[in-house]
């Protein structure tokens, strides 16, 4: 039985293995033309090189995918704070009944208009891929870090109007038997809005790493049962020499203080280093995006490449062999991948149908922003002449969802003269902190030019959460060495570092700078 906190800890430390399969289909009349999410034609060529091009992802073969069992979706039901669910709702959950919702077997939704595979779509989107298979007792209590008090005021989990907590979510798979569900879509891409409004899609705030500071507080063996997890997580071949290996004497309270360092927004995530977090994107607009992740990793020219990006990051990436080296070997004792994934220790490999990731990014496609309360007045009118007088829009273009679709080189990187991007790569570089796409899996050399859609609600900010807002990102003191970042503080230890890079905006007078951020906020 795993503790709920390991459980939680793969969780909250992104991911365990989790990816999709085709599967027997549901009527033809209601199925249209849906894209095969792994074509050994098109992986070898679906993301950019790695920033050690010898290191660059060799993914499995299609044969091999499509063996690996489909995860069956369950009904869900929604986890509350202990002082807002309703009374007796606990002990309803224990009387229920198990209910598969979609397979690739005998179960399948409705799916025969627009509406119907965004419904399902969006059943995806909140089902949880990682389910604690530890029994929680009659009282749920037991286990439940969800039921304690303690754990809302030491993590600073945020809860809808309803008391509901949007990031977990209670799964019945045996009757009598409570047990609680992470790492769906919507626990990074859910943003809870002041007022207890949560907005699917966008930049997640859950406080990821002051849950997992939680868990090391209450668990600190932790520390050490999970060395194989960190690695699977964030092992880089060629660094030389390994920096997970100096962690491996780190104190449990360590861990804790670079954990509460990382700012919610932003998240240590697979194939980065434990202390490289990343901020979590915004998935509302993406349709219009040519690359997916901040360092331009994976084309975006269809939404087959939005399946194959889900399939991906829920696990499949965990199979691919980088130098030869395979992630998920680490949680199987060095062995190798088994030749049937069938055969792969339970849960271990598992994956989405094609016609499940088909609807969930159907759904993402359909997702619209939150009504935006900044009014386009005249301080807002003379922030759009700045960022016209500024030549802001070479880069963000108002026509192209103010981004320009391009590859910006981090300080140090040698683009090589037949890069398959090159025309996609700006002459010009900006200077921002290269170490996460030059010192992480999810390297490419590069950071994408991120659209400034939707900054009124995101936050925090630059490729890191280096900065907590669109104020702090203006103020050109965050240049100086003295500063003490808003955001991510930095590696363990770190007071006071520079925020650097990016320095257009930072000359301007306090009231072009404040006018230039409420232009910004209509966005």
Same mark, same amino acid.
């Given at each position: 039985?795993?503790?709920?906190?390991?459980?939680?800890?793969?969780?909250?430390?992104?991911?365990?293995?989790?990816?999709?399969?085709?599967?027997?289909?549901?009527?033809?009349?209601?199925?249209?033309?849906?894209?095969?999410?792994?074509?050994?034609?098109?992986?070898?060529?679906?993301?950019?090189?790695?920033?050690?091009?010898?290191?660059?992802?060799?993914?499995?073969?299609?044969?091999?995918?499509?063996?690996?069992?489909?995860?069956?979706?369950?009904?869900?039901?929604?986890?509350?704070?202990?002082?807002?669910?309703?009374?007796?709702?606990?002990?309803?959950?224990?009387?229920?009944?198990?209910?598969?919702?979609?397979?690739?077997?005998?179960?399948?939704?409705?799916?025969?208009?627009?509406?119907?595979?965004?419904?399902?779509?969006?059943?995806?989107?909140?089902?949880?891929?990682?389910?604690?298979?530890?029994?929680?007792?009659?009282?749920?209590?037991?286990?439940?870090?969800?039921?304690?008090?303690?754990?809302?005021?030491?993590?600073?989990?945020?809860?809808?109007?309803?008391?509901?907590?949007?990031?977990?979510?209670?799964?019945?798979?045996?009757?009598?038997?409570?047990?609680?569900?992470?790492?769906?879509?919507?626990?990074?891409?859910?943003?809870?809005?002041?007022?207890?409004?949560?907005?699917?899609?966008?930049?997640?705030?859950?406080?990821?790493?002051?849950?997992?500071?939680?868990?090391?507080?209450?668990?600190?063996?932790?520390?050490?049962?999970?060395?194989?997890?960190?690695?699977?997580?964030?092992?880089?071949?060629?660094?030389?020499?390994?920096?997970?290996?100096?962690?491996?004497?780190?104190?449990?309270?360590?861990?804790?203080?670079?954990?509460?360092?990382?700012?919610?927004?932003?998240?240590?995530?697979?194939?980065?280093?434990?202390?490289?977090?990343?901020?979590?994107?915004?998935?509302?607009?993406?349709?219009?995006?040519?690359?997916?992740?901040?360092?331009?990793?994976?084309?975006?020219?269809?939404?087959?490449?939005?399946?194959?990006?889900?399939?991906?990051?829920?696990?499949?990436?965990?199979?691919?062999?980088?130098?030869?080296?395979?992630?998920?070997?680490?949680?199987?004792?060095?062995?190798?991948?088994?030749?049937?994934?069938?055969?792969?220790?339970?849960?271990?490999?598992?994956?989405?149908?094609?016609?499940?990731?088909?609807?969930?990014?159907?759904?993402?496609?359909?997702?619209? @922003?939150?009504?935006?309360?900044?009014?386009?007045?005249? $301080? %807002? *009118?003379? =922030?759009?002449? /700045?960022? !016209? +007088?500024?030549?802001?829009?070479?880069?963000?273009? @108002?026509?192209?969802?103010?981004?320009?679709?391009?590859? $910006? %080189? *981090?300080? =140090?990187?040698? /683009?090589? !003269? +037949?890069?398959?991007?090159?025309?996609?790569?700006?002459?010009?570089?900006?200077?921002?902190?290269?170490?996460?796409?030059?010192?992480?899996?999810?390297?490419?050399?590069?950071?994408?030019?991120?659209?400034?859609?939707?900054?009124?609600?995101?936050?925090?900010?630059?490729?890191?959460?280096?900065?907590?807002?669109?104020?702090?990102?203006?103020?050109?003191?965050?240049?100086?060495?003295?500063?003490?970042?808003?955001?991510?503080?930095?590696?363990?230890?770190?007071?006071?570092?520079?925020?650097?890079?990016?320095?257009?905006?930072?000359?301007?007078?306090?009231?072009?700078?404040?006018?230039?951020?409420?232009?910004?906020?209509?966005?």
């Amino acid at each position: 039985m795993n503790h709920p906190s390991t459980v939680r800890y793969i969780g909250l430390a992104v991911l365990i293995a989790n990816t999709a399969l085709v599967a027997a289909l549901p009527p033809a009349s209601s199925t249209p033309a849906i894209p095969k999410v792994w074509d050994d034609a098109i992986m070898p060529t679906l993301e950019l090189p790695s920033v050690e091009p010898a290191y660059s992802p060799q993914q499995i073969k299609a044969d091999y995918y499509y063996r690996i069992p489909v995860r069956p979706i369950y009904r869900s039901y929604p986890v509350y704070r202990p002082d807002k669910e309703p009374k007796g709702y606990y002990e309803e959950l224990l009387k229920k009944e198990p209910e598969i919702l979609w397979d690739d077997k005998e179960h399948w939704p409705e799916l025969k208009t627009e509406a119907d595979w965004l419904r399902a779509g969006e059943m995806v989107f909140d089902s949880p891929s990682v389910i604690d298979n530890g029994q929680i007792d009659a009282s749920g209590n037991a286990h439940n870090f969800l039921r304690n008090p303690a754990w809302y005021q030491h993590t600073g989990t945020p809860i809808t109007a309803d008391g509901k907590v949007p990031f977990y979510s209670y799964v019945i798979r045996e009757k009598g038997k409570v047990e609680i569900g992470t790492l769906s879509c919507t626990m990074c891409h859910t943003r809870m809005m002041p007022g207890g409004v949560a907005i699917k899609g966008a930049q997640g705030n859950f406080p990821f790493h002051q849950a997992i500071a939680e868990d090391m507080r209450n668990n600190p063996g932790l520390a050490q049962t999970n060395r194989p997890l960190e690695r699977l997580l964030y092992f880089t071949p060629w660094l030389k020499p390994d920096p997970l290996a100096a962690r491996a004497g780190m104190s449990a309270q360590e861990l804790v203080t670079e954990f509460d360092q990382i700012t919610p927004g932003a998240l240590a995530r697979h194939r980065l280093l434990p202390y490289q977090p990343v901020q979590i994107p915004d998935l509302i607009g993406v349709q219009s995006r040519h690359y997916l992740d901040r360092s331009g990793l994976q084309h975006h020219r269809d939404i087959a490449d939005l399946m194959r990006y889900a399939a991906l990051n829920q696990g499949a990436d965990f199979l691919a062999s980088s130098g030869g080296w395979v992630p998920l070997t680490e949680m199987m004792g060095g062995h190798p991948l088994p030749e049937d994934p069938k055969n792969a220790p339970p849960g271990a490999i598992e994956r989405y149908s094609d016609e499940q990731l088909y609807a969930l990014a159907r759904y993402v496609y359909s997702l619209k @922003p939150p009504t935006n309360p900044n009014p386009f007045n005249a $301080i %807002a *009118a003379r =922030g759009k002449q /700045v960022f !016209a +007088d500024e030549g802001c829009a070479k880069c963000h273009d @108002p026509k192209q969802g103010f981004t320009n679709n391009k590859l $910006i %080189a *981090a300080p =140090g990187f040698v /683009v090589p !003269a +037949d890069h398959p991007e090159r025309a996609y790569i700006m002459n010009r570089r900006v200077g921002t902190d290269g170490a996460m796409t030059l010192t992480t899996r999810r390297g490419t050399g590069f950071y994408k030019v991120p659209s400034l859609l939707g900054v009124w609600y995101r936050g925090p900010f630059e490729h890191n959460g280096s900065v907590a807002t669109l104020e702090d990102w203006f103020d050109p003191h965050r240049l100086d060495d003295n500063y003490v970042p808003t955001g991510w503080k930095g590696p363990l230890g770190t007071k006071t570092r520079a925020v650097k890079g990016h320095e257009f905006g930072l000359d301007l007078s306090s009231d072009e700078t404040a006018a230039l951020i409420a232009y910004l906020k209509t966005l």
